[in-house]
């Protein structure tokens, strides 16, 4: 039975000790504070099923998140985690893995904020291809502020700073962060718990910057604006509306929510990394004399 | 702890103030170092970008002051003695980070080269005007200390003390230079490298599992561990309990609060560090540092030698500030205080809270952009 089997089966009452997730969970902070049909928990539980399966010393990874309901993933994770200031998850996971280069760092945090407060981040660690990994949970709002428009807001949609519809133009994230260098760029939903679990087991398994986008709902602040009704069906438009095509263009990724949304892996190549280019430069110029960070 | 040999440049040496700093870090052990450009600042990582390759450093230029100054706390919870550099604008935006280092009581140094403000005021000019920014810019209750070297030679000793109290204390140091120290060049002599002392980072010896990440003994200090040794710790700049886990109570907010500004305050007296002259038979006392406190210098000496009595203070330590000299003599035969500094009269503030009414308090006040005249002090005395 393959593991992502054991996922459906969540019907089936479990005491914690028998958990396969349980030794990667922090679960002395249990209950968590997400609101019921949040998508957020579904994706910790493809994360942690993606660490075991790529096969990851757990000792070296390190998950680095910013502020908002997403932004609590890295205290619930039993790793070394850093739950920083709003929108500075990328540059504190620059100085842990340049620092020590052994750890994979993985960032967990929301659309607000990767995208928004920080933004230049995202695009200078890509450009960089720093060998991090940066996981996007994407519900369209900024949940733990109370239901404010961010840069993925689709157009149209009702907001508490944007009680008339939004009309700011949306960002394409996959667009984005191939555009900047990323060299793994994906896009799923919550409700593709098989996909994702197998796409960031493939991200954690290369080195280089890597990116995946997760819609999920947000029932609290996002659906009750927006007349749908609880998670579920928002889960269910996700599986109505998504399409997951193979070799999609990450252009094509653009959000609206009328029409067809493209998930899929847009981006899985290789570019040198920060580390590897820097080793190169200095080795080049100083000769043996150099001793090449971070390589045993 | 002795500094490590690798990198540092024993000798004398002609060197400007920025640079000096940054020999004082590589000796003091810093080999993680994130930045971005600003007058007069820029020359203390440019030389860490070029000496760092050969010592086993690190340098990134970030994308922006939030960048580096959050970076550094990441290399430094990853095992790397870290620092960040720059000067005014520069050090408004790391504001958050400075809080976020206080909280997390992370061990890292944040240099700062001052320069005429406010915005970008005046770049290639000195001020001292980031002095209360240094100590209160930041939001909520909190404590740092920051050091004020007034020579090239002390930018480099006091550069890897800072590093030293930085890991003794667990607390973000600022050092602050000012343009004129920054860019004036002097003798410079770095000793052996067997004679620079080291304080070693307070690493724990409990084993994952009995180890909670913010207990504290009577030093108030807790021990720390890194990044990959199998602690599973979890840092955040929310109110937390002893296992760095969030608590937002008002009994946890307390007694955090009230122990990360006393393992600074109670220890006061182990950080103060300034030198006096002429105290002992002082009936007025100059308060001075940075680079101010070479022209006071100038000042008390004409003073002194037309047979004044008076004394002289030269803060190497601004922050905690130095209370318990400065009331004793105040309570003692001093009349009269006297604060020139570079900025339109900050530290005389701290100096009459203390003083309380007990002496006179006057300021020598200066907008910035040069140094005072000799005179303009000496008028006061
Ligand atoms: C500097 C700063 N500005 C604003 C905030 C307030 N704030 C906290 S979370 C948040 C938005 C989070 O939204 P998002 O990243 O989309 O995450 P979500 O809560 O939706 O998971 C904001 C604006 C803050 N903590 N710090």
């Known amino acids: 039975m393959g593991k992502t089997d054991t996922l459906n089966k969540t019907a089936e009452v479990r005491t914690p000790a028998e958990n396969p997730v349980d030794k990667y969970l922090r679960m002395d902070r249990m209950p968590h504070i997400w609101c019921p049909g949040c998508g957020i928990g579904s994706t910790v539980n493809c994360f942690v099923r993606a660490v075991e399966d790529a096969m990851i010393d757990i000792k070296k990874l390190a998950i680095v998140s910013g502020i908002g309901c997403t932004g609590r993933v890295a205290g619930y994770m039993n790793l070394d985690s850093f739950h920083t200031t709003h929108g500075r998850a990328i540059p504190m996971a620059t100085g842990v893995k340049l620092a020590n280069p052994e750890m994979n760092v993985v960032v967990y945090s929301g659309d607000g904020d990767l995208f928004a407060i920080g933004g230049n981040h995202f695009i200078h660690a890509a450009r960089r291809n720093l060998d991090i990994k940066i996981i996007c949970v994407n519900n369209f709002t900024y949940g733990m502020t109370g239901g404010q428009v961010t840069p993925t807001t689709p157009q149209g949609i009702i907001a508490s700073t944007m009680p008339y519809g939004n009309f700011e133009h949306t960002f394409n994230l996959p667009f984005l962060a191939e555009s900047c260098g990323a060299v793994y760029v994906a896009r799923w939903t919550a409700a593709h718990v098989k996909q994702l679990t197998k796409s960031m087991k493939e991200m954690m398994s290369k080195k280089g910057f890597g990116f995946i986008e997760i819609f999920s709902p947000c029932p609290t602040l996002f659906g009750r604006r927006n007349k749908i009704a609880d998670g579920l069906e928002h889960m269910i438009q996700f599986k109505d509306k998504c399409k997951i095509k193979k070799g999609a263009s990450a252009k094509e990724a653009t959000f609206d929510p009328d029409n067809e949304i493209v998930l899929g892996t847009f981006v899985n190549t290789e570019r040198k990394t920060f580390m590897e280019s820097m080793n190169d430069r200095y080795e080049k110029v100083f000769g043996p004399k150099y001793v090449r960070y971070g390589e045993e | ?381």
């Not at chain 2, 690190?58 to 790397?80: L, R």
């Not at chain 2, 008076?310 to 500030?321: A, D, E, S, T």
């Not at chain 2, 035969?333 to 203390?354: A, I, S």
């Open chain 2, 1 to 381: 702890m002795k500094a490590d040999k690798e990198g540092v440049l024993t000798g004398n040496h002609f060197l400007d103030g920025d640079h000096a700093c940054c020999e004082g870090a590589i000796a003091a052990g810093c080999r993680f170092v994130a930045g971005y450009p600003i007058t007069p600042s820029t020359e203390v990582v440019e030389r860490i970008a070029s000496r760092f390759p050969l010592v086993g450093g690190i340098f990134i230029q970030m994308e922006d002051e939030i960048a580096s100054s959050i970076a550094i706390c990441g290399g430094s919870w990853a095992g790397k003695k870290s620092m960040t550099v720059t000067s005014g604008p520069g050090l408004s935006l790391m504001m958050e980070h400075i809080g976020y280092a206080a909280m997390t009581e992370t061990p890292c140094v944040f240099v700062d080269v001052q320069r005429g403000g406010p915005s970008t005021g005046l770049p290639t000019m000195p001020a001292q005007a980031d002095i209360m920014q240094a100590r209160w810019g930041s939001h909520g209750d909190y404590e740092i200390i920051a050091l004020a070297p007034n020579s090239c030679q002390e930018a480099f000793d006091l550069t890897v003390h800072a590093f030293n109290l930085s890991e003794k204390y667990r607390v973000p140091v600022l050092f602050m230079l000012d343009e004129c120290v920054g860019h004036m060049t002097e003798k410079v002599v770095i000793p052996e490298a067997d004679e620079i002392e080291i304080e070693p980072r307070k690493m724990t010896n409990k084993k994952p599992g009995e180890y909670l990440l913010y207990e504290t003994d009577d030093s108030m200090v807790p021990e720390m561990v890194h990044a990959g040794e199998g602690y599973n710790f979890h840092i955040t700049g929310l109110t937390h309990d002893e296992r760095g886990y969030p608590n937002l109570t008002v009994d946890t907010q307390a007694k955090l609060v009230r122990r990360l500004c006393d393992k600074i305050n109670k220890n006061a007296d182990d950080i103060i560090m300034y030198e006096d002259f002429h105290l002992d038979d002082a009936d007025t006392v100059v308060i001075a540092f940075g680079i101010t406190s070479r022209i006071a210098q100038h000042a008390v000496n004409m003073a002194r030698d037309e047979g004044k009595k008076v004394g002289f203070i030269r803060l190497q330590v601004i922050w905690p500030f130095p209370e318990q000299i400065i009331r004793e003599l105040a309570g003692g035969n001093v009349k009269k205080f006297v604060v020139p500094e570079l900025n339109l009269g900050q530290l005389v503030l701290e100096v009459e809270r203390v003083v309380a009414g007990q002496a006179e308090v006057v300021s020598v006040p200066h907008a910035g952009g040069t140094v005072h005249n000799p005179e303009d002090i000496y008028e006061k005395l």
